[in-house]
């Protein structure tokens, strides 16, 4: 005997759509095709620029108002451990450099100071 079970319908609906939905990747021609790309009210969306290294995060308001607003696409470098010793190392050397000069009377507290943070500069990029 066959019987008819409401709920086998929908339970599988919405795993069906998920799997039909076609994803994309939104390209804008720089500000004023960000100003010009429609949402509607409520919602966002992000915006890849055509030309530059630039993503475009738009949002509307329940009114429809639209704010666009833009971020910079910088490529991810992974922290190391070992250039976080390096880091570490070269500002211990600089300490010690510094300890050096006032144990023997000599102030070169500024040139160090500069040094040490061209060091800890160069170490973060």
């Known amino acids: 005997m066959d019987y008819y079970n409401p709920y086998m319908s929908q339970t599988f609906q919405p795993y069906a759509s998920q799997m039909l939905q076609r994803q994309r ?6 500000r004023q095709g960000a100003d010009t790309y429609q ?30 607003t833009a971020y910079d696409i910088v490529e991810h470098k992974e922290v190391t451990q070992n250039s976080v010793i390096q880091n570490l190392e070269a500002r211990i050397n ?3 450099e510094r300890m050096e000069g006032i144990k023997n009377g000599k102030s070169n507290f500024t040139e160090t100071q500069s040094e040490a943070t061209a060091n800890t500069r160069n170490t973060k990029k």
């Open 25 to 30: 990747i939104v390209q804008v021609n720089g």
């Open 39 to 68: 949402i509607g009210p409520d919602s966002q969306a992000l915006l890849l620029d055509t030309h530059d290294p630039i993503v475009w995060l738009i949002q509307t308001d329940g009114a429809g108002y639209k704010t666009v």
């Open 94 to 96: 600089s300490l010690e």
